[in-house]
């Protein structure tokens, strides 16, 4: 991707969102007292001779609060810009300089107002107020951004911990439509086996007999269950009733096919040959062509 079309990207929405200044915002207050603490006033290197101890802190004071107005009143109207319109990278890049030069004529101006010392010309205190921004805007934009970062990877291990639940839960449900039970009369389980082992079903008076297969060879099993019950209980997971003594397992169904009768299944793995009645016929062609 290039560097203009980098540039045309909308950007997130956490950077603009309340709690991201109000952290920033918090960050550049610390670091300003820190830093005004620790190491000096803002543009200035070393005392003038003409402020007091009391007029550094003062001076320190203003500066501080001057550039946290300016602050708030830009991020305040970055958080409502971005509130009507999504705004772009390339949009967000010239905000981000536009305040950062107000940041800085702001306060090299209340500085060189401030700063008595004539010796310090303007070009030279503007230059120190640039470079003591950055210094202070530098460590809150870098835990703004790792901040940012941890958010990301909490979404995206997050997002792929529900796609592995979904594979699994689809897995699950993939396996037990792959399983099919055979009860007896009495809801007692009798036999389970895969949907695309069995071949058939024949019924036999009261009982049924489930040709299916094992291994590579035909095999079958006396229910004692009506052909009825089980083709209601079967009806979809691909077992079709095509005749009153049969239903069958279209997946192992070889071809439909007419004979001077009325049409017939060729069943799979076993050459059985199974009578399709007219009753069925309709539903039974319907399906099979699906």
């Known amino acids: 991707m290039t560097l203009v079309n980098q540039l045309k990207i909308y950007i997130p929405k956490f950077l603009t969102q309340k709690k991201t200044i109000m952290l920033f915002f918090a960050l550049v207050v610390l670091f300003c007292i820190f830093f005004v603490a620790v190491y000096r006033p803002i543009g200035l290197l070393k005392p003038t001779g003409l402020l007091s101890s009391l007029d550094y802190r003062l001076y320190s004071i203003i500066l501080v609060l001057i550039g946290l ?61 640039f470079v003591d921004i950055i210094a202070l805007l530098t460590v809150p934009y870098i835990v703004t951004a790792l901040v940012f970062l941890l958010q990301q990877k909490r979404l995206e291990i997050a997002s792929l911990t529900n796609q592995l639940l979904e594979t699994q839960t689809q897995a699950e449900e993939e396996s037990r439509d792959d399983v099919i039970q055979f009860f007896d009369k009495g809801e007692r389980l009798v036999f389970v086996t895969k949907r695309s082992n069995v071949l058939y079903i024949e019924a036999a008076d009261n009982y049924t007999v489930i040709h299916y297969l ?36 279209l997946e192992n169904v070889r071809y439909l096919r007419k004979e001077k009768d009325g049409l017939v299944l060729e069943i799979a793995y076993c050459d059985r040959l199974i009578p399709v009645s007219k009753t069925y016929a309709e539903d039974v062609v319907r399906q099979f062509a699906k």
């Open 69 to 129: 107005v300016v602050f708030s009143v830009s991020r305040w109207l970055l958080f409502n810009t971005q509130k009507r319109i999504s705004m772009k990278l390339g949009s967000y890049l010239v905000w981000i300089g536009v305040e950062l030069f107000v940041l800085v004529a702001s306060l090299s101006t209340a500085a060189w107002l401030l700063n008595e010392n004539d010796s310090v010309g303007l070009p030279d205190l503007v230059g120190r107020v």
């Open 214 to 249: 094992s291994g590579d060879k035909e095999d079958s099993l006396v229910l004692h269950n009506s052909l009825k019950n089980i083709s209601e209980t079967f009806s979809s997971q691909g077992m079709v009733r095509c005749h009153r003594g049969y239903l069958v397992n």
